[in-house]
């Protein structure tokens, strides 16, 4: 604000600032967003607290997103039994398209919505798939996180983080 005032800047460059604060290494998840899992329970995050928690922003149109999911569900397997969770976060805009697709992929785990695109606003994803690491306090630990498909790479830092 100081500075936006000394300089006589456009009020957009506070406003930006202010919401891309969620992007900041330390920040806490957004609150006060609508999310909801396959069955229409609204969801938060704040459950997740205490646990690692690994995000996947995604879509059922998204043909990378797609790609990545194999690779997803292997480290999952993989890291069954540690204290990280794997959360994919659909910004379909239709929930029947989200809810099909978690059918013809046979999706299980942590599946939400994003089902007004405010989170995706908030974290400003631009583009998806998208990953991001949370830590047990819930606040920002990775913004645009390595791929679950770069392998070990992610796996390491995942374990290092528990």
Same mark, same amino acid.
Request: glycine content about 14%; some cysteine; proline content about 4%.
């Given at each position: 604000t100081a500075v936006v005032d000394k300089y006589t800047l456009p009020q957009r460059y506070l406003q930006d600032f202010k919401a891309r604060r969620f992007t900041v290494k =330390?920040? #806490?998840f957004p609150e006060d967003l609508r999310?909801?899992?396959a069955s229409g329970n609204v969801v938060d #995050?704040?459950?997740l607290k205490g646990h690692i928690v690994y995000i996947d922003m995604w879509a059922s149109w998204?043909?990378?997103c797609r790609k990545e999911i194999p690779h997803l569900q292997k480290l999952e397997a993989e890291m069954a039994g540690s204290n990280v969770k #794997?959360?994919?976060i659909s910004i379909d805009r239709k929930s029947d398209d989200w809810k099909k697709a978690l059918t013809q992929l046979d999706l299980h785990g942590l599946q939400w919505?994003?089902?007004?695109?405010?989170l995706a606003n908030a974290l400003n994803v631009k583009g998806i798939p998208f990953f991001l690491i949370y830590d047990?306090?819930?606040r920002l630990y990775r913004y645009n996180a390595p791929r679950p498909?770069? =392998?070990e790479k992610l796996k390491v830092l995942l374990k290092g983080l528990e």
């Open positions: =330390g920040a #806490f999310l909801v899992d #995050f704040a459950s998204c043909v990378p #794997f959360l994919s919505h994003d089902e007004d695109g405010k047990k306090e819930g498909s770069s =392998g």
